[in-house]
């Protein structure tokens, strides 16, 4: 008698002290569902709580899910770490939907007869499964030499040729903008650390500043200033040229770009206070623990007049190559700042173009479904006008938004970009398992968040390998679909190399639809 009122002490009371509570809760006022059926509304919230991570998992089909497909992610993953991206059976694309296609040659190139730098072989690591159970997998990791395939000397990108210090590329594929607080240390270093091992490529230190940890690496770095003007201000908010000067001596800053808009966040950045540790601060040149937020223009431009005079300050004044990063709205839009452009005779040394698809650790729904175009045709755009004002040849065009995988990039670049930037491809590649989390601080892979607990999770010393191996997987497959497309390097794709299907079956060349224009 005494052992079964024990039990029900033990195990029935608490059970009735906690749906008790529920109970109560239920009643307050706020959630109608609960206080019509208390527990079953409470289930109903805890299924829709995890509801993300079942869909992931289980229910979104493997072409379907947003903003990646798994079979972008999976790709990417295997890209990764064990550097392949061999396929069974065939794509899962839907070829029944409209899109854009490569166009292969007759008499594709081999290997042999592309212009590539193979000349080096550097240190590498991978992984290889050793057995693969049910639910288990065994792995290890080798060691080998691979192949950086690099651009040849001749088809090298050169940024800003008429700087004192111009930025000279052999790669076309680098990590796009993420700032100190927004993302780790942990990513940083093992990001910057992955670009450096495979050479050609760099990183985009985001709006929040320079900190130590982007120059750790030795890896080329775009240093961004934002409306904010992080880590580029004064003790009164305004912006130093003193900082700027100090910035440009340092010499992997390889160039500086302007950030008049992100694609998914032309409204202007937010960074909470809980983030703003004394590291950032530091960086960001704000008060330790208080809330920033950046404008959505930089206050004293106003005009495109105003814009050029401030590009040309700072490439005079440093020396290094000055870009500004757009996002396109209609070709319209474009018209002054290029008629300004030729009158001043002020030119940026590059334009990023942001598509609307662009990703952010943080940003509002509104702004990230709605607002600017979509990459592909911001960049027919924006390659369109500059060639009609003939002026194409005095700026590179980076591009950036959702480009992961080398037949998006190739697309990318047929359609008017010299370069690529990706962040969530390297946030991938680094561990992200698209948990949703970003704006909270507490991602679990450790990237978006600069809580020490949390950034344990990513091992830099591990994850810069993957890094490695996703720039250079990526990189070599762009020159196996150049091949394939009858040409010896990505820097030969041209419109004529894609090819838009529609709905209905019907098929037209990029070239025939959006013929390069004729200059004014």
């Not at 440009?248 to 909470?272: P, T, V, Y």
């Not at 949390?454 to 497959?477: C, F, H, S």
């Amino acid at each position: 008698m005494v052992i079964v009122i024990v039990m029900i002490v033990v195990l029935l009371l608490p059970l009735i002290a906690f749906f008790g509570y529920m109970f109560a809760l239920s009643k307050q006022p706020k959630h109608s569902i609960i206080r019509s059926h208390p527990f079953l509304g409470w289930l109903r919230y805890l299924l829709e709580k995890l509801g993300p991570e079942f869909r992931q998992y289980w229910f979104d089909n493997d072409t379907g899910g947003r903003p990646f497909s798994r079979n972008d992610f999976i790709g990417l993953v295997y890209a990764a770490k064990y550097r392949t991206d061999l396929i069974s059976f065939g794509g899962k694309r839907d070829y029944e939907k409209p899109g854009y296609y490569l166009s292969n040659a007759m008499f594709p190139k081999l290997t042999g007869e592309l212009r590539v730098d193979n000349n080096e072989l550097v240190a590498g690591k991978k992984y290889i499964i050793t057995s693969e159970g049910l639910i288990t997998r065994k792995e290890k990791m080798i060691d080998e030499k691979i192949k950086k395939w690099l651009l040849h000397d001749d088809d090298a990108i050169v940024v800003g040729e008429n700087r004192k210090y111009p930025w000279r590329l052999k790669g076309m594929f680098g990590a796009s903008a993420t700032s100190y607080g927004a993302v780790g240390e942990n990513y940083i270093q093992s990001t910057g650390n992955g670009a450096f091992m495979a050479g050609g490529s760099w990183i985009n230190t985001g709006e929040g500043g320079v900190a130590d940890v982007h120059l750790a690496s030795g890896a080329d770095v775009v240093s961004q200033i934002g409306p904010g003007m992080y880590g580029f201000r004064d003790s009164e908010g305004r912006f130093s040229i003193e900082e700027f000067k100090l910035k440009a001596a340092i010499d992997n800053i390889k160039a500086f770009e302007l950030k008049f808009h992100q694609g998914a966040k032309i409204r202007g950045g937010h960074l909470e206070g809980s983030k703003v540790n004394e590291k950032i601060a530091a960086a960001r040149k704000v008060p330790v623990g208080k809330s920033v937020n950046s404008p959505n223009r930089f206050e004293a431009l106003s005009t495109p007049e105003e814009a050029l005079t401030f590009i040309s300050s700072l490439q005079e004044a440093g020396g290094k190559p000055v870009g500004i990063k757009i996002v396109v709205g209609d070709p319209k839009r474009l018209e002054p700042l290029f008629e300004a452009m030729i009158r001043m005779n002020i030119y940026p040394d590059f334009i990023t173009v942001d598509g609307s698809e662009g990703g952010s650790g943080a940003t509002y729904k509104a702004m990230a479904d709605s607002m600017g175009l979509p990459l592909y045709a911001a960049l027919l755009i924006l390659d369109d006008a500059a060639r009609r004002f003939g002026i194409r040849n005095r700026f590179r065009i980076f591009a950036s938004g959702k480009l992961v995988t080398p037949d998006k990039v190739a697309i990318a670049l047929a359609l008017g970009a010299d370069c690529v930037n990706s962040a969530r491809g390297f946030m991938m590649a680094n561990g992200c398992i698209m948990a949703f989390q970003c704006h909270t601080g507490k991602c679990p892979t450790g990237i978006t968040t600069t809580d020490a607990k949390y950034q344990e999770a990513l091992a830099p010393e591990e994850k810069q390998w993957r890094v490695m191996n996703y720039i250079l997987q990526l990189r070599e497959g762009l020159f196996s679909l150049s091949a394939a497309c009858g040409l010896e390097s990505p820097r030969d794709l041209k419109r004529e190399h894609v090819i838009l299907a529609n709905e209905s079956g019907q098929t037209f060349r990029i070239a025939d639809l959006f013929p390069y224009p004729d200059a004014n």
